[in-house]
Each structure stands twice: as structure tokens, then as C-alpha cells.
């Protein structure tokens, strides 16, 4: 799809094995909301072993840009607070907006 991306990381040997993935699609707000264009990225995935070496920001990158060529202004995620791959995010300049709550009184 145009404007649904899925990309996969694979290592140079033969046969490659896929180590990563990113999806990511361009999101269009009703206009009342916002008239831009919005990058939400629904999952990064870097296999245990191959984490800490450049792949999650590689592929991070490879989908801003692709937003970017989409006109998109914006990008957004979802992360836990205790994800690691929070530091990644904030270094690629994410910031959080949003304060989710939960509560197990239910229980």
C-alpha cells in the first residue's frame, strides 16, 4: 500500500535472516482536528541478539524518512514508560505528549 510501510532488516549472510521490522503508516486526521499529514509508527522490533548495534535506528530513520517523503509533519508512537527503546526514541526527538493510566482494583 501506498501508505502503509513495512520494512525489514536482514543480515548480509547467505541466506539472509530477517533481525528487525518496522510498520508505519500515514495517518489523515479529520481536518476539524489538524490539516497535516501524521507518521504513527505501530511497531519496532529488533531480535534480542542484535539489539544495541544501530539496527532499531536504522530502521527508525528509514521510516521518518519515508513519512517525510509523504508529506507527513508529524510522527507518533506508543511505548511503555520502562521500554528501553525509549532513549532511541527521544534521541530521534520524540517527546512524550500523553500520560496513560491504569489500575488493577478490578482484580
Not at 501506498?2 to 521490522?21: K, Q, S, Y
Not at 527503546?85 to 526527538?93: D, P, Q, S
Not at 520524540?94 to 496513560?100: D, N, Q, R, S
Request: proline letters at 6%; a positive charge.
Amino acid at each position: 500500500m501506498r501508505d502503509h510501510l513495512f520494512r525489514i532488516a536482514e543480515t548480509a549472510d547467505t541466506p539472509p535472516a530477517a533481525i528487525g521490522v518496522v510498520e508505519a503508516r500515514v495517518l489523515y486526521p479529520p481536518r476539524i482536528y489538524s490539516i497535516c499529514r501524521v507518521l504513527h509508527i505501530h511497531s519496532l522490533y529488533v531480535v534480542p541478539e542484535h539489539r544495541m548495534r544501530g539496527v532499531g535506528q536504522a530502521l527508525m530513520r528509514s521510516a521518518l524518512e519515508w513519512g517525510k517523503r509523504r508529506r507527513c509533519l508529524e510522527a507518533e508512537l506508543s511505548t511503555l514508560a520502562c521500554n528501553p527503546a525509549r532513549t532511541l526514541f527521544e534521541e530521534l526527538g520524540f517527546e512524550v505528549v500523553e500520560l496513560g493510566m491504569r489500575s488493577s482494583v478490578l482484580a
